[in-house]
């Protein structure tokens, strides 16, 4: 161990130019991967930079740097299908390998304990900074999608389905919320527009539960469809959904209704 005669200044800029000098070798060494491209072996040593910088007098403008490099890392592995916790493990790696050299050098100069704990105190938030911005950044884009996927359930789960002369069906498949039930009637007014429909039959064979807030969405639906003159009828109310209707009120006095869709399809000779 050689002697020691710097201060903790003069400690922390080698340690600064070290790291900068060696971030492409340090970068190399980071994970198991057989073939890393030019791509990733950049980012890589942007992160051994941001170590770097942080043991320099203005290491506190890296936090803010470093969240940046995280959201825009965090972006660019999101685009190439990179996984979230496969990319932890190889930042923990760099952990490290940074560490590892560090204490090389530390041991090497003799750095006090004073120099090892602001080391400490520096680089260790620092990652903790960019590899919170990084996860954020999955996040986000994680909530998105899925709430694309859900969007897209939605929209699918309330066909118009034309059975010809102005007439169609929207069968209803599951529970009826308020988000729901504006897809319902948006689609339905849509196609009723689209497909010049005279008539819509509101299937509701396979609604297991039909209470005062849903039967007040199934109106609205009747309501709309019948201002823009379609005139929408009701099918497929199972017995034991009536009978649970009838105890909590719900009545459909004004609204035509029937018990299947083919007797709805007979009565009203659609075919003929």
Known sequence: MGEHNHSNYEDLKL???????????????????????????????????????????????????????????GDWAIERGTDLSDTLEKVSCLRLTVWKEIEGIALEQGFSTKTIFELIHRLDPLLDQGIHSFTLAFIEQYKTRIQEAHDNFLVLSAPVVPLGNGTAVLPVVGNIDTERAEILLDTALTEANRQSLSQIFIDLSA???????????????????????????LVGIRPEVAQTMVNLGVRFKSVETHNTLNQALMRKRIFN
């Open 15 to 73: 340690i600064s130019d070290q790291l900068e000098k060696r971030k492409y070798d340090l970068a190399k060494k980071m994970g198991t991967d057989e073939e890393v491209t030019e791509e990733r072996l950049e980012i890589r040593a942007q992160l051994v930079g941001f170590f770097a910088k942080a043991c320099t007098p203005d290491f506190k403008d890296s936090l803010e740097q470093i969240s940046k490099w995280g959201k825009n890392t």
């Open 207 to 233: 609604v297991p539960v039909i209470d005062t807030m849903v039967a007040s969405h199934i109106f609205k639906i009747v309501e709309s469809m019948e201002l823009v003159g379609t005139h929408a009828v």
